[in-house]
C-alpha cells in the first residue's frame, strides 16, 4: 500500500472536520462533488452528531456532499463501511494482479445506487481502498 499523501485543502478539510466533530481523522479523500473522511474506529457517532446535525454544518460550509467511513483494519469490514448507506450483504475477495477484487452484494433496491452515475460511487471507493488496502477493483452485484 503506497503512502497517503494529504495536500494542504486536504490538511484543511481535516482540521475544520476535527475541530466541529472533535472526531480522529485517519484519511481525507476528495473525489468527485464528495469529501469522504475515514475516521478512526468509533467515531463516526461523534462526528455525524445527534441527527446528522453535524456534517449538515460541514455540507454547508464546504459546499460539497460529505461521507463518513469507519476504518477497520480488516479490509472486508472496510469495504463494508464504505458501502454502509446501501446495506451490504457479502464482500467476496478474488485475487487481481498485483491485489485483490471485491465483489460487493448491496440489498438490490440500493444496486443503481451503489454503483452510481456513470459508476461515480465506485470509482470514490476504488480510491479510498487503493490508498488503504490491497483491492485494486470493486463491483457490485
Not at 479523500?29 to 445527534?50: C, L, N, S, T, Y
Amino acid at each position: 500500500m503506497p503512502e497517503i499523501t494529504l495536500d494542504n485543502a486536504q490538511l484543511g478539510f481535516i482540521r475544520l472536520f476535527e475541530g466541529l466533530t472533535g472526531a480522529r481523522v485517519k484519511d481525507c479523500v476528495e473525489a468527485e462533488e464528495k469529501i469522504v473522511f475515514v475516521v478512526e474506529p468509533g467515531q463516526v457517532p461523534r462526528a455525524v452528531g445527534p441527527r446528522g446535525n453535524v456534517i449538515d454544518r460541514i455540507k454547508e460550509m464546504v459546499k460539497r456532499e460529505i461521507q463518513v467511513v469507519e476504518w477497520s483494519e480488516d479490509p472486508g469490514t472496510f469495504v463494508r463501511n464504505l458501502f454502509f448507506p446501501f446495506f451490504p450483504q457479502s464482500v467476496e475477495f478474488t485475487p487481481k494482479g498485483p491485489g485483490r477484487h471485491a465483489t460487493v452484494t448491496v440489498d438490490p433496491a440500493f444496486k443503481a445506487r451503489a454503483i452510481g452515475t456513470k459508476g461515480k460511487n465506485l470509482k470514490i471507493v476504488r480510491t479510498v481502498l487503493l490508498r488503504h488496502t490491497d483491492v485494486v477493483s470493486v463491483s457490485v452485484a
